[in-house]
């Protein structure tokens, strides 16, 4: 029988997540499919809770439904829960839904691929941005961390996340940003700035240590220009793709009943999916 999964959103035309799951499902001669479900927020309640019915093994979800999600599903994960948004669902076998959060995972795993060296008791961790994808990168880095300098445009959406993570997050204005970066071990960027058709993040590297590790969560273009500067200057460097790769290890186990690997081919089969489709 064929096992099917997918991912909702909305839109979802530029998801690369079909492309992925679709070179595991092949490479490891699965009877599966991997479908783009376009659902608007007033139809999330019903569209998840007619995933049994149809036969899905369970979605994946991206903007806008990550947070919306957490009131539909029957159970959620620890790390979902203190998160507060959900990327990955489960359809059990009695039709319950269950939500989980692999972004967290997907991050850590990439960075530590991508930069082994990486202390990360050797100063804070300064992480540009305060949405869904900061929730996950700041939770990732609580534990390893001394200390994480969190920076935002607006400071109201910084204070909220610390509050929601309650971990050991300082707040520093915008304006203050490059100055932050002194003694910094880590700097990520969450935002969508330097993403292809979005501005570039405006940030000078001149404090920023050269054994400091630069990560960027955006893979549109896959070195942005964040990442080029630091590059350049000599920083290490992990761009945002193995962050997608990673993160998508446990759905298509969970789903397929295969753990895959994240291998060159696939990263090469993922960045060439935009050519190839409408991605």
Known sequence: MTIKAGVMGWPVE????????????????????????????????AALRALPEKGFA?????????????????????????IEAINTIFVESDGSLTGHNTD????????????????????????????????????ALMSRVPEIILINRTTDRAENLAKTLCGNIRIVAWDN?????????????????????????????????????????????LETPLLAAARVRGNTIVDGLGMLLYQAQPGFEGWFGKRPEVTKALRDYVLGSKTRAAD
């Open 104 to 139: 967290v995972y997907g991050f850590i795993t990439n960075l530590e691929v991508g930069a082994p060296e990486l202390d990360y008791q050797g100063g804070p961790a300064i992480v540009l941005g305060a949405g869904g994808a900061a929730r996950a990168v700041c939770f």
């Open 14 to 45: 530029h998801s690369r997540s079909p492309a992925l799951h679709g070179f595991w499902l092949k490479a490891y001669g699965i009877d599966g499919t991997y479908e783009k479900l376009a659902v608007k927020p007033e139809d999330l309640a």
């Open 177 to 221: 940003r490059a100055a932050a970066l002194k003694n910094a071990a880590l700097l990520v960027n969450t935002t969508t700035q330097g993403m292809q058709g979005q501005p570039p993040l405006e940030i000078d590297l001149q404090n920023l240590p050269l054994e400091a590790v630069v990560s960027d969560i955006v893979y549109t273009p």
């Open 58 to 82: 369970g979605v994946n979800l991206t903007v806008p439904h990550k947070e919306a999600a957490m009131k539909i599903v029957d159970s959620i994960s620890g790390v979902a829960a203190n």
